[in-house]
């Protein structure tokens, strides 16, 4: 019979008493054989079958790499795949590469700061790793896990409220640097560029433009979450998550109207589809790919090509069922390189990402509807985030400015008819 690696302590007779050996450590748990003594057992049981607790709990000091390995392994079974990402690179390549053998209680805020500092200080390609932005980001990441800690009872409150009082860096900071906001791009430039990508991304990028929505809600697409039935005209694309899902208070789920437009551009990609089935897939578009290159190809495929076309239809498809942030981005980007590789001198097209279109989208509806009507249309809870994003202050400027007369001109005018 093989040996159980993770067997339990046994409940053992030690003279009158009943008592488990954990770590070396004889626990009383009371007179054996007593109905006190096996609840006592049941709950010793619980707590070191939980997989949520360090299993040096209570019987040593918990060293900062063990609590951040316990948090890893609850924060990939419980967030998404790119939030548990940046903790993992936050805590394993910088917090535990330093601090990973002292105890917890040990940590303090000079040592949040050290670690702060070593963000500051890393390089990938000889430049600056991280901004300002995201070092701030990380280090609300290390408080966190500390504050995750708490709850499971393995830091000092002391402790993580002690490193709630380092103060994000503030903007200038010595050795930071911020990215440029993220501007608009014209609708002539995405007008350009839509004949380099292939037909689906152009539907993609025509109905981010057309909702002013975020890339992830036209990736993410599912054809199930398209209501046709709810209204005669319109169409009703109820999201199963988006972004602030979670920040907001009212955990309200969000839902785009689709009106005509949309519809007929959508129409051939929900036809013949299981409701969890991606309505805009890389598979498809590889498919549209092919089908282009061997319609136009001038000579005919030889016997090995016909063969590995053969090998490819049988085999699954190496590509994932639905785009990313990473893939949407690279395919405008490479549309917009082959473009540039054709197109002469002076009509080149500036370098922009899908991350751009809502904020084109922002300042057109606020310089048609307005500002108010605006907020409304892009779903945003505070006029302060509709500000970030539409930019129709700025075309307001120059059109004011395109169309300014000079005052002293006309003083000196009525001066000298006077």
Not at 70 to 89: E, Q, V
Not at 286 to 291: K, P, W
Not at 322 to 337: C, D, E, P, Q, T
Request: with cysteine; hydrophobic share 35%.
């Amino acid at each position: 019979m093989p040996k159980l690696v993770n067997q339990p302590p046994k409940y053992a007779k030690s003279g009158k008493y009943a008592c488990v050996c954990h770590n070396g450590k004889k626990i009383s748990l009371g007179r054996h054989g007593s109905p006190e003594s096996k609840i006592a057992y049941k709950r010793f049981l619980a707590e070191w079958s939980n997989p949520t607790l360090c299993p040096s709990k209570g019987e040593k000091d918990v060293t900062v790499k063990e609590l951040a390995g316990t948090f890893l392994d609850h924060a990939k079974a419980t967030l998404g795949s790119t939030n548990y990402s940046h903790y993992r690179t936050a805590i394993m390549e910088f917090l535990v590469e330093l601090y990973g053998d002292i105890p917890v209680e040990e940590f303090k805020p000079s040592c949040l700061k050290a670690v702060r500092a070593q963000l500051i200080q890393a390089r990938k390609k000889g430049k600056p790793r991280f901004c300002r932005i995201m070092i701030n980001d990380y280090a609300r990441r290390f408080v966190a896990l500390f504050k995750w800690g708490v709850e499971e009872e393995l830091v000092k409150p002391e402790t993580w409220a002690a490193l709630k009082i380092v103060k994000p860096l503030p903007e200038g900071y010595p050795g930071t640097f911020d990215n440029p906001e993220r501007e608009d791009v014209s609708d002539d430039v995405i007008r350009r560029t839509l004949p380099f990508l292939p037909p689906i991304l152009q539907t993609m990028i025509k109905i981010q433009r057309l909702l002013g929505c975020r890339p992830s809600e036209v990736f993410n697409m599912r054809v199930g979450e398209i209501d046709k039935d709810s209204d005669p005209e319109l169409w009703l694309y109820r999201l199963s998550h988006h972004k602030m899902e979670k920040k907001s208070k009212r955990r309200r789920k969000k839902v785009l109207v689709l009106s005509k437009l949309e519809q007929e551009l959508l129409m051939p990609y929900l036809e013949g589809k299981d409701p969890a089935a991606a309505v805009f897939s890389p598979n498809v578009a590889m498919q549209e790919r092919n089908a282009e290159k061997r319609a136009n190809r001038k000579s005919k495929p030889t016997p090995s090509q016909r063969a590995r076309e053969k090998e490819r239809a049988a085999k699954p498809s190496r590509y994932a069922e639905f785009y990313n942030k990473g893939s949407y981005r690279r395919a405008v980007l490479y549309a917009i390189n082959k473009a540039n590789r054709q197109l002469p001198d002076g009509e080149k097209l500036p370098q922009w990402t899908p991350y751009q279109i809502r904020h084109t989208a922002a300042t057109m509806m606020e310089l048609e509807v307005g500002f108010d009507e605006a907020q409304y249309l892009l779903d945003h809870a505070s006029p302060d985030v509709t500000a970030r994003y539409a930019h129709a202050q700025i075309q307001k400027k120059k059109e004011l400015a395109r169309n300014r007369r000079n005052p002293f001109d006309s003083v000196g005018q009525v001066e000298s008819e006077n």
